[in-house]
């Protein structure tokens, strides 16, 4: 069981948008900035969005990232075929003095 | 260039120890958070420990008092020591650079290739 909670999957087709919740608390992200990374299969995670909305150099602006409260959303529009992986969210839990993943959201484009 | 090069993985009976070391460059590990991250097989990422850039060092519940995680500042190197492994240890391990904000670990932005870990008999 994840401290942050992620949908298991989502599917939508070439050319839409899709986005991934990911829930969790003050101890973690009501007061620490979430990131988001990407897993390709078969490959190491590469970080996504940091500072709940800020992308890395060379991420596409098609990626997205927001925070409200105590959840935090992760939003791909103009899907691609090549975006098929597994998306993680992550912060610092406070209370427990840990890094927190969510349990991770396979993406299949249809 | 930020690389990370793991290395030490390998097939180890239930109750062993294990090594792994993550081999930086473009950057000084002295000066960066770095974690551990694994991943057991068909599951998804688990964080396992960080050690910050003035040495101290927190770890997930389930490898406290059995891992320790340091670093060699003349080589550049972050280490992941492993003790009384079990068969649930079993996954690739990933080393991180991390940032932080206010002294708290913020997100990671490079990552290995992962070493992987079998613990079997």
């Known amino acids: 069981q994840s401290v942050l909670t992620q949908p298991p999957s989502v599917s939508a087709a070439p050319g839409q948008k899709v986005t991934i919740s990911c829930s969790g608390s003050?101890?973690?992200?009501?007061?620490?900035?979430v990131s988001w990374c990407q897993q390709l299969p078969g490959t190491a995670p590469k970080l996504l969005i940091y500072?709940?909305?800020k992308r890395p150099s060379g991420i596409p602006d098609r990626f997205s990232g927001s925070k409200s409260g105590t959840s935090a959303t992760l939003g791909i529009t103009g899907l691609q075929t090549g975006d098929e992986a597994d998306y993680y969210c992550?912060?610092?839990?406070?209370?427990?003095?840990?890094?927190?993943f969510g349990g991770g959201t396979k993406l299949t484009v249809l | 260039e930020v690389q990370l090069v793991e290395s030490g993985g390998g097939l180890i009976q239930p109750g062993g120890s294990l090594r792994l070391s993550c081999a930086a460059s473009?950057?000084?590990?002295?000066?960066?958070?770095m974690s551990w991250v694994r991943q057991a097989p068909g599951k998804g990422l688990e964080w396992v420990s960080i050690?910050?850039?003035?040495?101290?060092?927190y770890y997930a519940d389930s490898v406290k008092g059995r891992f320790t995680i340091s670093r060699d500042n003349s080589k550049n190197t972050l280490y992941l020591q492993m003790n009384s492994l079990r068969a649930e240890d079993t996954a690739i391990y990933y080393c991180?650079?991390?940032?932080?904000?206010?002294?708290?670990?913020?997100?990671?932005?490079?990552w290995g290739q992962g070493t992987l870990v079998t613990v079997s008999s």
């Open positions: 050690i910050y850039t003035g040495g101290s060092t």
């Open positions: 991180a650079r991390g940032t932080y904000y206010y002294h708290l670990p913020n997100y990671f932005d490079y």
């Open positions: 500072d709940n909305n």
């Open positions: 473009g950057f000084t590990v002295s000066g960066n958070y």
């Open positions: 992550g912060t610092w839990d406070s209370s427990l003095n840990s890094w927190v």
């Open positions: 003050s101890s973690n992200i009501g007061n620490n900035y």
